[in-house]
């Protein structure tokens, strides 16, 4: 059991504060790497930190977990937070992210290996040609960082 399922079990419900990480890899072509979770909604790879894990560390794990690829140097994007962000869980759990948003060129490995619980599928897209029912949050960050995406 993870630090958060502890945190659950004690204070149920209510809304939390919790800090994770998002990663935009990049392949040598420009293509980002999207991951289509079980909701149907493509995003980027990231999830929660858990407890002694840097940002850098959770990003990496992350990525490695939900599609197999692993990566190196991280570079900060930007961080997002408040309360447009705020969360309500189909099992009614309730939070307040802090996302931080990394990219990363550095590919040690580009094979796909989806884990069929959080990935559904994944793959690396176009930046211009993104797949239906991707994240308001990809959007945002191709069309506000754009420099990072080249």
């Known amino acids: 059991m993870g630090y958060i399922e502890e945190l659950r ?4 419900n209510r809304p939390l504060i919790l800090v994770g990480s998002v990663v935009a890899v990049m392949d040598g072509e420009g293509k980002i790497l999207l991951q289509k979770r079980p909701e149907g909604i493509w995003g980027l790879p990231g999830g929660l930190m858990e407890l002694a894990e840097s940002a850098e560390d959770a990003a990496r794990r992350e990525v490695f977990e939900e599609t197999g690829i692993e990566i190196g140097q991280l570079q900060l994007v930007d961080v997002f937070s408040g309360k447009q962000y705020f969360r309500k869980l189909a099992n009614g759990d309730e939070f307040y992210p802090v996302t931080i948003a990394y990219t990363s060129k550095d590919i040690k490995n580009n094979i796909i290996k989806i884990d069929g619980k959080e990935s559904i599928d994944a793959g ?5 040609e993104l797949p239906e029912h991707t994240s308001p949050l990809v959007r945002t960050l191709i069309q506000q960082y754009s420099h990072f995406f080249k």
């Open 9 to 12: 079990e004690i204070i149920g």
């Open 124 to 128: 690396f897209f176009d930046r211009r």
